[in-house]
């Protein structure tokens, strides 16, 4: 947990170094970012997401991504206070629709389990491909964790594979 917690700290100490950077060379980390998004309502930022990979993967598109058996992440920095109710009901419904149960799903999103976080928390999605493990990790609150190949998908599809969301897809792919 402390190591999850201290390898979050330094990927997003390092966004600034990576965040511009394309994905031919990996941040200080080892991690190539793919691209980053900016979610908002309105005019209002509400959080910015990056996606990382420490392999590119062979098909150098979204969809390549989501497929990856390799480690990979996503990191969440609220603008503000988020609370941890909007953070479920914006990732439950995709999950399940992705093909995750809804008592799987309800699990995972566990991890957010106060009221709120606060502003410029670390919120981070991890796989591991050699225990084929996706991490859920809400700094302060918690650490829930997915097993298999098929979870991680349902997971990375969230923003790598919605033709609705085609804007962030391009935004969290477009590095490749």
Not at 5 to 30: C, F, N, Q, W
């Amino acid at each position: 947990m402390r190591i999850l917690h201290s390898a979050m700290v330094v990927a997003v100490l390092s966004l600034g170094a990576t965040s511009s950077a394309h994905a031919e060379r990996p941040g200080p980390d080892g991690f190539y970012t793919t691209g980053v998004t900016v979610r908002k309502q309105g005019d209002k930022p509400l959080y910015t997401v990056v996606h990382e990979v420490k392999e590119l993967p062979r098909s150098r598109s979204a969809r390549g991504l989501v497929d990856a058996e390799v480690e990979k992440r996503f990191l969440f920095t609220p603008t503000g206070e988020m609370t941890c109710a909007t953070f479920r009901a914006a990732l439950r419904p995709r999950l399940i629709e992705n093909g995750l149960a809804a008592s799987t799903a309800d699990a995972f999103l566990s991890a957010c389990s106060k009221e709120k976080t606060r502003a410029r928390a670390i919120v981070a999605i991890h796989y591991s491909p050699a225990t084929k493990s996706t991490r859920l990790f809400v700094e302060g609150m918690g650490t829930t964790t997915l097993t298999g190949s098929a979870a991680m998908k349902a997971v990375w599809g969230v923003w790598l594979d919605r033709p609705e969301r085609a804007g962030e897809k391009a935004d969290l792919s477009g590095k490749l």
